[in-house]
């Protein structure tokens, strides 16, 4: 049984740092895309960034130049790295996986990142 644990949000003040952090089990997903994605209150879940299975990565334009996803295959585990956080990066915040990130095969169970003025 595949299962996504996100882990590492919370409350932050804005311009603070958060790392969330995701780990896979279940199955061996080195040639999966794994990513993150969020919904804020009252909005569409969108696309943050991913990593793929080659080594290259991508971003949402809203996090560009503060948000670095990383990842260890032999963790099966992803990561975000958030700098420069903005209160407009309120949300739930969720790890997905899947052959093709735009429509992931499992999703997390999210996590709350709470970012005040």
């Known amino acids: 049984q595949v299962q996504l644990v996100e882990s590492g949000g919370g409350l932050v003040q804005a311009g603070g740092s958060l790392r969330l952090s995701c780990a896979a089990s279940g199955r061996t997903f080195s040639n999966y895309a794994m990513g993150w994605f969020r919904q804020a209150p009252g909005k569409e879940r969108e696309f943050v960034a991913g990593?793929?299975?080659?080594?290259?990565?991508a971003y949402a334009d809203s996090g560009k130049g503060r948000f670095t996803i990383s990842r260890v295959n032999a963790k099966n585990t992803v990561y975000l790295q958030m700098n420069r956080l903005e209160p407009g990066d309120t949300a739930v915040y969720y790890c997905?996986?899947?052959?093709?990130?735009?429509?992931?095969?499992?999703w997390g169970q999210g996590t709350q990142v709470t970012v005040s003025s």
């Open positions: 997905a996986v899947g052959t093709i990130i735009a429509h992931p095969d499992y």
């Open positions: 990593y793929w299975s080659d080594g290259s990565t």
